[in-house]
C-alpha cells in the first residue's frame, strides 16, 4: 500500500511540474515569442496542475505529522495555494470565454505559478528544514478578523457574479 | 539558437550535484528500519558511520514494568548542523522490528516524545561521547530479549549519508516479585507542560507503603512532599527539562523508578481555523473575481495567420457573381489585389467600389 507521504511526492511533484510548464509558456505569452502553441500549452498545462492540486494537498494533510494547523507554514501553504488555485481557475475562466493572452492574461497566469511554486518551496521547508525562499517571511500569518473575511467573500461573490453575466452577454 | 539553448541546458544539467537525503532531519516518529533508512539506501551515495553504538540496561528489567535504558554515541563526525538520527529496535530485519513488535513500550524518548526514530542535535564528534535516555515499559513476558539502536547521518563534507546499526544487546526480563513495591502497569508519567504552569502528579502504586519523590534541579536533589499520592513540580519559567523520579518502600526490597522527565516547552502556535478557512476561500473567490473582472478584449480573428475564411468567402462570392452576370460586361471599378474587400459583395463594388478606391488611396484602410 502507498503511503500518503509517497503518494504526496508524487502528486506535488505533478503540480509542480505543471504549474512550471505554464508559467514558461506564459512567459512566452507575455514576450509575444516561441511557438503559436504556447497558449494552448500554458492553458493545458495550468488546467492539468489544477486537477493534480487537490490530491497533493488531501495527501499532504495526511502525511503531516501533528494534527491540525499547528504549524504557520501550514497556514500560509493554505493561504497561498488557494489563491494561486483562484487566479489559475480565473484565468482559465477568462480563455474559455474568449478573452485574449495579452499581457495582463499572461501575467496573472505567471503569478499563480509563483505562488502555487511559492507554496511548495514552503512544504520543502516545513518537511526537511530548507529551503531556496529564505527571504520570504513564512513564520508570519496575516489573519483577517473573520467579518472582513466574510466581506471579502461577498465581494468577490458580487465580482464574480457580475462578471461571469457581463462575458456571456 | 537552439544549439545554444541545447548547450545550456546540458551544462545545467551536468553542473547538478548529489546531496545528502533530508539534511534538515524528517522529524521524530514511529519508524521502522525500512523507513529510517530509507533516504540513506542508495549505495551510491552513502556510507557506513565509524560511530561506536552502545545500549546500557538498569540491573533488574521487571516484565510490565518501567525501566530506563541508555544508549551512548561515540567517537563519529557529522554534518554541520551536527544532527544524528537515532532508531531503537528488536531486530536488524527491516520488518517487524518496531520495539512495540516485542511488546516493548517507549514512555519517554530522548526528546520527550513516544518515538522509535528521534533526531537528536548536539556536540558530536570524533571525541565526544553522547548519551541518551529512554524509559520504556518491558514486555509483560519474561525472557530474553534484543535491542539494536541504529544511526543515520551526513558526513562533515557533506553529500554522503552515513548509516550504521550496532550490534544486538540482549537483556534479561524478569518476573515481578510478588511484595515488590511499585509504579501501577496502566500509570505513566506526563512527558510535557507549558511554560509557567504547576504540574500536579498523581502516583498510583502496588504494595507500597511510603512513596517519596526526588526532584532533581541543576546539581541538587530537592526532596517533593507526597500527599495522598500526589505531588507538584513547580512552574517552569524558561523551556527546558526537569528530571523527578520516585522512592518506593515496603514489604519488599526499596525500589527507586528511573529518572523521569518532564519537558517545558512555550505554547505551540495556535489559529482560529475557523478564521483561515473563511479567509482562504474568500482568496479564493476574490482571485478569481479579480481575474475575470471586466470584459475581456476578444481575440481578433483577422490576428490569426491560419484563418483565412474571409478571403475564402469573398472568392466564393466572386465565383457566384461571375456565374450569375456571365455574359454581362462588369460597370464596377476594377477590383483591387487580393480581391474583394472584407464584407463586400459585387453588386456593392459596382456601386461604391471606386469609393473604396479612392480611400485607399487616401490611406484610410492602411
Known amino acids: ?169 | 539558437m537552439r544549439f545554444k539553448i541545447a548547450v545550456v541546458l546540458l551544462l545545467m544539467i551536468l553542473s547538478t550535484t548529489v546531496s545528502t537525503a533530508n539534511p534538515g532531519g524528517k522529524g521524530d516518529s514511529v519508524r521502522s528500519r525500512d523507513c529510517a533508512g530509507s533516504c540513506h539506501g542508495d549505495p551510491s551515495i552513502n556510507g557506513m558511520s565509524d560511530a561506536e553504538l552502545d545500549i546500557q540496561y538498569q540491573q533488574d528489567v521487571y516484565a510490565g514494568l518501567l525501566t530506563e535504558i541508555q544508549t551512548i554515541v561515540s567517537f563519529t563526525d557529522v554534518s554541520s548542523n551536527n544532527m544524528v538520527g537515532l532508531t531503537l529496535l528488536v531486530n536488524p530485519d527491516g520488518a517487524k522490528d518496531l520495539p512495540a513488535s516485542d511488546g516493548w513500550e517507549i514512555i519517554t524518548d530522548p526528546n520527550g516524545g513516544k518515538n522509535n526514530y528521534v533526531e537528536i542535535v548536539d556536540s558530536f564528534s570524533s571525541a565526544s561521547m553522547i548519551s541518551q535516555n529512554w524509559i520504556l515499559r518491558a514486555p509483560s513476558n519474561p525472557g530474553n530479549y534484543e535491542l539494536y539502536l541504529g544511526i543515520q547521518h551526513g558526513s562533515p563534507q557533506g553529500g554522503v549519508a552515513m548509516t550504521g546499526f550496532s550490534e544486538p544487546k540482549q537483556v534479561t526480563v524478569t518476573e515481578v516479585p510478588e511484595n515488590l513495591p511499585r509504579l501501577s502497569e496502566d500509570w505513566e508519567p506526563i512527558n510535557k507542560r507549558e511554560l509557567g504552569e504547576e504540574t500536579v502528579i498523581t502516583l498510583e502504586t502496588v504494595n507500597t507503603e511510603k512513596a517519596s519523590v526526588e526532584l532533581k534541579n541543576g546539581g541538587e536533589i530537592i526532596l517533593l512532599p507526597v500527599i495522598n499520592d500526589k505531588f507538584t513540580i513547580p512552574p517552569a519559567v524558561n523551556p527546558g527539562v526537569v528530571e523527578w523520579r520516585v522512592i518506593l518502600e515496603g514489604e519488599g526490597p526499596t525500589q527507586i523508578s528511573p529518572w523521569f522527565r518532564l519537558t517545558a516547552q512555550e505554547p505551540g502556535w495556535d489559529v482560529d481555523e475557523f478564521a483561515l478557512y473563511i479567509q482562504s476561500f474568500a482568496l479564493f473567490i476574490i482571485c478569481i473575481g479579480i481575474v475575470i473582472i471586466g470584459k475581456p478584449s476578444y481575440s481578433n480573428s483577422k490576428d490569426s495567420k491560419y484563418d483565412n475564411t474571409s478571403e475564402i468567402n469573398s472568392q466564393i462570392e466572386q465565383i457566384d457573381y461571375a456565374k450569375h452576370t456571365a455574359g454581362q460586361a462588369s460597370t464596377g471599378p476594377p477590383l483591387p489585389e487580393g480581391g474583394l474587400p472584407d464584407g463586400w459583395n459585387m453588386e456593392q463594388w459596382e456601386y461604391y467600389g471606386h469609393e473604396y478606391l479612392e480611400e485607399m488611396e487616401q490611406g484610410v484602410y492602411r
Open chain 1, 1 to 169: 500500500m502507498i503511503s500518503a507521504g509517497t503518494f504526496h511526492v508524487i502528486a506535488t511533484e505533478l503540480t509542480v511540474g505543471m504549474f512550471a510548464l505554464a508559467g514558461i509558456a506564459f512567459l512566452l505569452c507575455a514576450l509575444k515569442k516561441g511557438p503559436i502553441s504556447r497558449e494552448s500549452v500554458a492553458h493545458w498545462a495550468l488546467f492539468f496542475g489544477l486537477i493534480a492540486t487537490p490530491f497533493a494537498i488531501i495527501s499532504g494533510i495526511n502525511s503531516s505529522p501533528g494534527s491540525g494547523l499547528d504549524n504557520p507554514i501550514l497556514a500560509n501553504k493554505m493561504l497561498l495555494s488557494m489563491s494561486s488555485t483562484g487566479i489559475a481557475i480565473g484565468v482559465l475562466l477568462r480563455r474559455f470565454w474568449g478573452g485574449e493572452v495579452d499581457i495582463r492574461h499572461s501575467c496573472f497566469g505567471m503569478i499563480s505559478v509563483a505562488l502555487m511554486l511559492i507554496t511548495a518551496g514552503m512544504g520543502g521547508e516545513f518537511s526537511r528544514g530548507e529551503t531556496l525562499l529564505v527571504f520570504i517571511p513564512k513564520e508570519t500569518v496575516v489573519i483577517f478578523p473573520v467579518w472582513a473575511s466574510i466581506s471579502l467573500l461577498v465581494v468577490g461573490l458580487v465580482i464574480v457574479g457580475k462578471s461571469a453575466i457581463q462575458h456571456r452577454s
